[in-house]
């Protein structure tokens, strides 16, 4: 069973750093792409970030530009999401998602996390 | 940019709802819908504009190409009631639309 879990998340002031961390399990991970999508409570979906399968940037939305960075180790199964200079409006869950494509790019999401919450406030 | 019609809408157990989206340019098929419950993973519907999910119902169904799309469920559910995305696989930075909430009457 496909299964995404992310941690990281919690509350920090504006400013500040967070990094998050989505731990795969039931697919093999270096063959997928990878992506995070964050919600504002109450609020649309927003893609934020996306990594190809072998390592390769798939580009951001411009609000993080600069201030997010994202990352993946194989070994670990895992994908992550460095945030810095982080503030107010980046408050929301953050979804991570699996790319539907096999060692390819589709731009849609398979298999979703069920997020971590940040919030940004002093 | 994608934009959802209605933004809510209200519906009983039975009904037939379409939920449509449309794109600031032509997009081909590279258009998706997703389900999101409070709480819980969102969950992928349809790709590439028509293409049902492995495990996702029958009753869910997708049309459209270009720059207008439609995702018809043909009699409503109980567990249907949720919140609808559409999303655009085409180029990046993906975009999503602002999403339809689906409401028992």
């Known amino acids: 069973e496909v299964q995404l879990v992310e941690s990281g998340g919690g509350l920090v002031q504006p400013g500040g750093s967070l990094r998050l961390a989505c731990v795969a399990t039931g697919f093999n991970f270096g063959d997928y792409a990878m992506h995070w999508v964050r919600q504002v409570p109450g609020k649309g979906l927003e893609w934020v970030s996306g990594?190809?399968?072998?390592?390769?940037?798939?580009g951001n939305t411009d609000s993080v530009e600069g201030r997010f960075s994202i990352s993946r180790d194989d070994r670990k199964n895992s994908l992550y999401l460095s945030m810095n200079s982080l503030r107010p409006d980046d408050t929301a869950f953050y979804y991570c998602?699996?790319?539907?494509?096999?060692?390819?790019?589709?731009?849609?999401?398979?298999?979703w996390g069920q997020g971590t919450l940040v919030t940004v406030s002093s | 940019q994608m934009t959802q019609s209605p933004s809510s809408l209200s519906a009983s157990i039975g009904d037939r709802v379409t939920i449509t989206c449309r794109a600031s340019q032509g997009i081909a098929n590279y258009l998706n819908w997703y389900q999101v419950k409070a709480g819980k993973a969102p969950k992928l519907l349809i790709y590439d504009a028509s293409t049902l999910q492995s495990g996702v119902p029958s009753r869910f169904s997708g049309s459209g190409s270009g720059t207008d799309f439609a995702l018809t469920i043909s009699s409503l559910q109980p567990e249907d009631f949720s919140t609808y995305y559409c999303q655009q696989s085409d180029i990046t930075p993906i975009t999503f639309g602002q999403g339809t909430r689906l409401e028992i009457k």
């Open positions: 998602a699996r790319d539907q494509r096999v060692r390819g790019v589709s731009l849609l999401f398979d298999y």
């Open positions: 990594i190809s399968w072998n390592n390769g940037f798939l």
